[in-house]
């Protein structure tokens, strides 16, 4: 790549500057699978389920429950397969999912809220199968709006993008349009909400 350093009012003898990238380096590194096989990953997940069976029996069991196993082994890969750290963070999502009343929202429940057309689960996957969750934040009035409906609503909508999800992916796309965004539509409670129940 030549680049010409002279102004066109000045006389151009100055020499041209020449720009050559260096040689690509090659960069090695290696990924360490903290769990070698499904052998091993299926050990760690019953000793989830037997510890949160003693210590927090009260949780409920099935579906999104203390005893579902594709819930705790994904817990146990967020939390780097680490069954403390799991274990912790599972019932706290858990407890949280019955304070909020996930399991109780339905379509009819969001509706009213739905209808703004704030934000809606794509009928499609992306290229790389995943399920798409779209938010067009010009639609958000937060003080036109109850802040309640618009967390059930996004919950439900996490909830329907996740079902959505083939087997063996554990990715969905989030797409947040903004165009027209503008102050009315800030809502820095609800992005608060978004964060906690998030993580």
């Not at 790549?1 to 102004?7: K, P």
């Not at 052998?39 to 203390?66: A, T």
């Not at 109780?104 to 209808?115: C, K, P, Y």
């Given at each position: 790549m030549a680049m010409r350093l002279s102004h066109p009012l000045r006389p151009s003898s100055l020499p041209k500057f020449q720009f050559r990238p260096k040689s690509l380096s090659t960069c090695k590194f290696s990924i360490q699978n903290r769990i070698s096989n499904s052998?091993?990953?299926?050990?760690?997940?019953?000793?989830?389920?037997?510890?949160?069976?003693?210590?927090?029996?009260?949780?409920?069991?099935?579906?999104?429950?203390?005893?579902?196993?594709?819930?705790?082994?994904?817990?146990?890969?967020?939390?780097?397969?680490?069954?403390e750290d799991a274990v912790a963070k599972l019932t706290k999502a858990i407890k949280w999912r019955q304070e909020f009343?996930?399991?109780?929202?339905?379509?009819?429940?969001?509706?009213?809220?739905?209808?703004?057309?704030?934000?809606?689960?794509?009928?499609?996957?992306?290229?790389?199968?995943?399920?798409?969750?779209?938010?067009?934040?010009?639609?958000?009035?937060?003080?036109?709006?109850?802040?309640?409906?618009?967390?059930k609503l996004c919950v439900f909508l996490i909830e329907k993008v996740l079902s959505k999800l083939p087997a063996g992916k554990e990715q969905i796309l989030g797409i947040i349009d903004l165009r027209g965004f503008g102050t009315e539509n800030a809502d820095l409670k609800f992005l608060t909400f978004l964060v906690i129940s998030t993580n």
């Amino acid at each position: 790549m030549a680049m010409r350093l002279s102004h066109p009012l000045r006389p151009s003898s100055l020499p041209k500057f020449q720009f050559r990238p260096k040689s690509l380096s090659t960069c090695k590194f290696s990924i360490q699978n903290r769990i070698s096989n499904s052998d091993n990953s299926r050990k760690l997940v019953m000793e989830v389920k037997e510890k949160l069976e003693k210590d927090q029996h009260s949780l409920p069991v099935g579906r999104n429950g203390r005893d579902d196993e594709d819930m705790i082994l994904w817990f146990l890969k967020d939390r780097k397969f680490s069954v403390e750290d799991a274990v912790a963070k599972l019932t706290k999502a858990i407890k949280w999912r019955q304070e909020f009343g996930v399991s109780e929202l339905h379509e009819e429940s969001v509706r009213i809220v739905a209808e703004t057309g704030k934000a809606y689960v794509h009928d499609f996957l992306d290229v790389n199968d995943r399920p798409v969750l779209i938010v067009v934040a010009s639609k958000h009035f937060p003080a036109m709006q109850d802040p309640i409906e618009d967390e059930k609503l996004c919950v439900f909508l996490i909830e329907k993008v996740l079902s959505k999800l083939p087997a063996g992916k554990e990715q969905i796309l989030g797409i947040i349009d903004l165009r027209g965004f503008g102050t009315e539509n800030a809502d820095l409670k609800f992005l608060t909400f978004l964060v906690i129940s998030t993580n």
